[in-house]
């Protein structure tokens, strides 16, 4: 069993930068393909990032490419989220999830999921 911690969230005006985190407990994190996703209001859940257990291939979704950052340290079975020239249109709860599959832009990729952190963009 693996569980997640999300760290991080909170208000920021539109243009401002966040970072959220993710600790893992488990010993295979290093193993694992983690991801992160987020879910507006009234929206489903959707990919946002994905990181490869070596760290050395990353996916971001459209909306989060040359903005967001995602990065490991599997000594410290931690995943992170750095996240600049956000908009409005970034609110949303973050979720992080662990042990991706094949396909890890999928959320049913996930077998493990965090408790979420809300990130609220002001405008």
Same mark, same amino acid.
């Not at 069993?1 to 911690?5: A, D, P, R, T």
């Not at 909170?10 to 966040?18: E, K, R, T, Y």
């Not at 600049?84 to 970034?90: H, I, Y």
């Given at each position: 069993?693996?569980?997640?911690?999300e760290s991080g969230g909170?208000?920021?005006?539109?243009?401002?930068?966040?970072r959220l985190s993710c600790a893992a407990s488990g010993? &295979?994190?290093?193993s694992y393909t983690m991801g992160w996703f987020r879910q507006a209001p009234g929206k489903e859940r959707e990919f946002v990032a994905a990181i490869r257990w070596s760290g050395? &291939? &990353?996916y971001y979704a459209d909306s989060a490419?040359?903005?967001?950052?995602i990065s490991r340290d599997n000594a410290k079975n931690t995943? =992170?989220?750095q996240?600049? =020239?956000?908009?409005?249109?970034? &609110?949303?709860?973050?979720?992080?999830a662990a042990k991706g599959g094949v396909a890890p832009m999928?959320? =049913? =990729?996930?077998?493990?999921?965090g408790q979420g952190s809300q990130v609220t963009v002001s405008s």
């Open positions: 069993q693996v569980q997640l911690v909170g208000v920021v005006q539109a243009g401002g930068s966040l010993r &295979t994190f290093s050395s &291939t &990353t490419k040359g903005r967001f950052a995943v =992170s989220l996240m600049n =020239s956000l908009k409005p249109e970034d &609110t949303a709860v973050y979720y992080c999928l959320a =049913s =990729s996930y077998d493990y999921w």
